[in-house]
């Protein structure tokens, strides 16, 4: 919390908790939510709960960022009430390819946050390790500094 207080930093939140599986069924596409994976019951509660705890800290993010998959959207949505769209927090997941400029993009926002102001970021699992080199489990937020350290970490149940 003494991080977010402070500002100049974003908060890295990996979707909350999905129906089993890995990835997306083949042939999904990005503007058909039910042909992606969704969020299960427990992880559209667990976003509400995401959602509860800023409001219990009394921390709100300057704006509030998510992947066009519909898991991290929904997950935005429940938590934060609304999100924009930042395609370079979107999947890269057998797309590594894609990998390098968003990261690219990410870094030069992280460099630009203000002291304090924050962002929530809401990703993916590939995203949040390139970055950090952590693995988050899904709900898992990063507290991550202008230069891409992770200042902490924490997930809801």
Known sequence: MQALRAGGCAVLIRHALTEPGIGDPPGFSLAVCSSQRQLSPAGREQARSIG??????????????SSLWCRCKDTADLAFGAHQVWPALNSTFGQASLQPAQTRQVRERLASMQPGRFEVWLT???????LTSDYPAMGEAFVVSPDGR???????S
């Open 150 to 156: 992770l200042l902490a970490r924490w997930a809801w």
């Open 52 to 65: 509860r705890w800023f409001g219990q800290q009394g921390l709100r993010p300057e704006r509030v960022f």
């Open 124 to 130: 993916h699992q590939v995203n949040m390790t390139d």
